[in-house]
């Protein structure tokens, strides 16, 4: 479990800087992530959710299921400083996996980030994806795409994104389930964010034998959680 932190004001002003691709649904940052291709450049937008208010009931709501996915994982604990440049962190986070694998057997990395918004997790998961040659899966993105495919599984989900409510959690573990499940995940192992949001999310993908090998969480040392909780309390009381 590699923790990336950084205090919340950090993470409120890089929010500022995202850009969605409404094509592609691809988020980029105009500091740390910027597209090459003119053309997508062209096309960004700002997300809808971009207003430092939703930003910190984003970070509250991470931060009330911050400590039961915390102790899920602690065996495997590494802080690492998410405010420094994205290579760096990189370079840490490679560092990590690798030592995570110290047999001679062939490696097929299972990667999971988890962290709050504003704390890089597609940013990295893209870059691990593209170092090692494994699966990039966004949970978000592949229930949207488990929609436009029209699956029987699709159409269950296909309401609850149309109305802007979480999809069922035996719904998600099912989809993710499969999808973990194919070839080209088996094969050349793969990268997962966005998910589990919650403890019990994460007891179930627990329960579920989706194992990974490297657990990514990029978020906050457990020592700033409680500061930082303490202070959106206030704010919200």
């Not at 740390?32 to 009931?57: A, H, I, N, T």
Request: hydrophobic content about 35%; charged content about 25%.
């Amino acid at each position: 479990l590699v923790v990336l932190y950084a205090p919340d004001t950090v993470l409120i002003e890089r929010n500022s800087g995202k850009r969605l691709d409404p094509l592609t649904e691809e988020v980029y940052h105009t500091t740390f992530d910027w597209p090459r291709d003119l053309l997508v450049q062209q096309r960004l937008v700002k997300p809808e959710d971009l207003s430092e208010l939703e930003m910190s009931k984003k970070l509250l709501e991470y931060h009330r299921n911050f400590p039961g996915i915390f102790q899920s994982y602690q065996k495997v604990l590494k802080s690492i400083n998410a405010d420094q440049p994205s290579v760096d962190v990189l370079s840490q986070v490679l560092t990590y996996v690798q030592t995570r694998h110290r047999s001679a057997a062939p490696f097929t990395p299972r990667i999971l980030f988890c962290g709050p918004p504003g704390s890089g997790k597609s940013l990295q998961a893209a870059l691990i994806a593209q170092k090692y040659g494994v699966v990039k899966i966004c949970c978000g993105q592949l229930l949207k795409e488990t929609v436009a495919d029209k699956t029987k599984l699709g159409e269950l989900v296909k309401p609850y994104i149309d109305n802007g409510y979480p999809v069922p959690d035996n719904l998600v573990m099912k989809i993710l389930a499969d999808r973990l499940s194919t070839l080209d995940c088996m094969t050349n192992g793969w990268v997962l964010y966005g998910f589990p949001r919650d403890i019990e999310q994460g007891e179930q993908l627990q329960n579920s034998h989706i194992i990974p090998n490297s657990n990514c969480d990029i978020t906050y040392m457990k020592n700033l959680f409680m500061e930082r909780y303490r202070s959106f309390l206030t704010l919200y009381r």
